[in-house]
Nanobody
């Protein structure tokens, strides 16, 4: 059974840094694009950063230059390095895999459980 497990969230002061990790476990053949989303209270979930299997990254304008997404395909893991954090970055951060190929089939739009990031002013 495939799982996406996020870690690395927490409480940090404005200007600080956090590094999130998302590890996919289970019988996995391949994973295509993956991404980090976030959802603040009362707001819609938004895409923060995405990365293809080949390592091409893209970012929402509000985090560009502050956040860096990366992946380790051998470990089926992606990371989000978040620097110069702002209070408006406070949200639950979710990891998503667009397509996971397993020995028995394909899973689409697979989500992790989320990790809380809180930035105090």
């Amino acid at each position: 059974q495939v799982q996406l497990v996020e870690s690395g969230g927490g409480l940090v002061q404005a200007g600080g840094s956090l590094r999130l990790s998302c590890a996919a476990s289970g019988s996995i053949v391949s994973i295509n694009a993956m991404g980090w989303y976030r959802q603040a209270p009362g707001k819609q979930r938004e895409l923060v950063a995405s990365i293809t299997s080949g390592g091409k990254a893209d970012y929402v304008d509000s985090v560009r230059g502050r956040f860096t997404i990366s992946r380790d395909n051998a470990k089926n893991t992606i990371y989000l390095q978040m620097n110069t954090l702002k209070p408006e970055d406070t949200a639950v951060y979710y990891c998503k895999a667009g397509r996971i190929v397993t020995p028995t089939g394909i899973e689409y739009d697979f989500w992790g459980q989320g990790t809380q990031v809180t930035v105090s002013s």
